[in-house]
Each structure stands twice: as C-alpha cells, then as structure tokens.
C-alpha cells in the first residue's frame, strides 16, 4: 500500500519570545497559518523492517536526522510496528528557510503512517507526538490558523484569516533557527501585538492583520544578513500591503490583497532573489482521517 500526503509550508504572522525558561527553551508567543506550498510525501510499506528516507534534494538529509525519519521512529518504537517504510519526499518548500519545511514533513508522515499501520490516533494525540520531534512539529499536524505558546507546542486553533496572496522571497542562504535564538538578546525587544493579531483574524479584518504583523527575531537575522533586510525593502517598494521575515527567516513575506499588485511583486522580486513563489493562504487545516 502507497499513501501520498502533502507538507504545506506555515508562515508566522507574529512571533514573539517572551523569556528563556530555566530548561534553556525560549518561551513563545507566534501565530502561525499554512499556505500553499508543499512538500509531497510518499508512504510505502516496506516488508524489511526499516525506515528509508528517498529525497533527490541534496539539503535534504537521507538518514536519522531527517525529521520524517524521526517521525516513522517514533511511531514504530511507541506502537511496535515490525513493518518497515520508504519515505519519499518530494521537496518544493526551500530548506532551512523558515517556513517549518522539516516539521511538516514530519507531520505530514505521522498523520500518513498513522492511517498505513492502522494506528487509529487522534489529532491530538498525533501533535502530541509530534512536540517530541520538534517544536513546530505539533502545529504542522493541525495545520490551518493557531496561536502556539510554550517552545510553540501548546496549540489554539483559530479560524482562517483573511484570504490575500502571499509572495514569499528567499535569499540564496540557509539561517540555522538555533544559532538566532543564540544571538537573541531579550532587552529592547519590540514585541509584536499577539492579542489584536488574534482580533483581527478573528473579525477577518484585513488591514488589522497587516498593521499587526511582527517577528522579534527580525533584530537579529536581519542584522546577521543584510539581503533580508534589502528583499523587505525591495517588496514593500514594489508595493505589497505588509512585509515580514518568516521564523528564523531567511525567507520575508509580503501579503497582497489584489492580483495586480501580486504580479507586480511577484516579477519585481524575481530580479534579485531565485527563489520567489506567489501562493494563496490555506487557511483551515487538513483534517486527519
Ligand atoms: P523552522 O521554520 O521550523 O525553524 P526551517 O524551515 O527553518 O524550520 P527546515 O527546512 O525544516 O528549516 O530545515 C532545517 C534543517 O533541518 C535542514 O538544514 C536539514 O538539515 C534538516 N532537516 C531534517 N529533516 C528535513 C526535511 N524533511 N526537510 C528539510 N530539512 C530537513
């Protein structure tokens, strides 16, 4: 038996750290929504009982690093799976980007396995697995709109935002998430508004959603590597309604209501950076079945 799933890329419309916790995690404050971008996950029975990550991304490690290798490890320690799986992961989210590529794969192959070994786990129980991947792990199961707290496990769904196109531009550079949260420096910060982002989405308003926009970890990897910073200013230029950096970055995103301005920003982006990808919000979740 097959089973193809996809991995939809998250962006964070606000990200906030609030503290360092006394077992080293930051806490956090971020809301985050999927969009349209995906990875492929291809789930194939093996009857040798091991787990084989096939992804001809070379960014992509093949082995127990990789998080959907993690995910497959998991499952079948905690439910004594003696089958074994091919895990093909066809890559279109950049790596390494900020746009939680690895946890939705590792999500994405939690909720596929949970349906190929007949595990019958809940949404939440698969989230609460996925916590012990990774942080962003739990969120990608649900998917959809949430606000995340604690190391970004504790997960409240929200509705769908307002729908907007949403241009993404990535720099030819890898930002490693843990090396900015290093650099983090707590005093001064200026800390998004969580509360009137939630508002807004939840009124569906629009220009609130853009005015509330904000990423704490802007001070640092802008700082780091200045080419963030330039696509910013290049994409609000060209004229996109509201523009931040995704997670850790290096990847920024501009929300455009109009096709017109989508175009424009879009074509505009395409001159400095390779990777540039115009997609639609998802807005809801993919239901578990
Ligand atoms: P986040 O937004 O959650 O911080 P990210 O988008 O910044 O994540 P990923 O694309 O998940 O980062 O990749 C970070 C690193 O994780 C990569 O450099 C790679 O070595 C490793 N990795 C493990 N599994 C995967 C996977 N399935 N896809 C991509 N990278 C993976």
Redesign the pocket.
Known sequence: MKIMIKAP??INLTLDVLHKRPDGYHEVEMIMTTVDLA?RIELEELRKDEIR?V?H?R???DDS??????AAKLLKERYGIRSGVEIG?Q?V??????????????AATLKGLNKLWQLGLSVDELAELGSEI???VSFCVYGGTALAKGRGEKIKLLPPPPNCWVVLAKPTI????AEVYKNLKLDGLKHPNTEKMVEAIETGDYQQMCRNLGNVLESVTLKMYPEVAQIKEQMERFGADAVLM????P?VFGLIQYDSRMHRVYNGLKGFCDQVYAVRLLGDGIPVE
């Not at 690093?65 to 993690?70: E, G, T, V």
């Not at 989210?93 to 590792?106: N, Q």
């Not at 890898?174 to 998430?177: C, D, E, H, K």
Request: without cysteine; hydrophobic residues 35%; proline residues 5%.
């Open positions: 890329a998250k990875d990550v992804s991304n960014f992509v490690p690093r990789n998080l959907a290798y993690q992961i890559k989210i950049p790596v390494a980007a900020g746009l939680a590529g690895g946890s939705s794969d590792a990774g942080s962003d890898g930002v490693s998430t995704s997670g850790s970055g990847t």
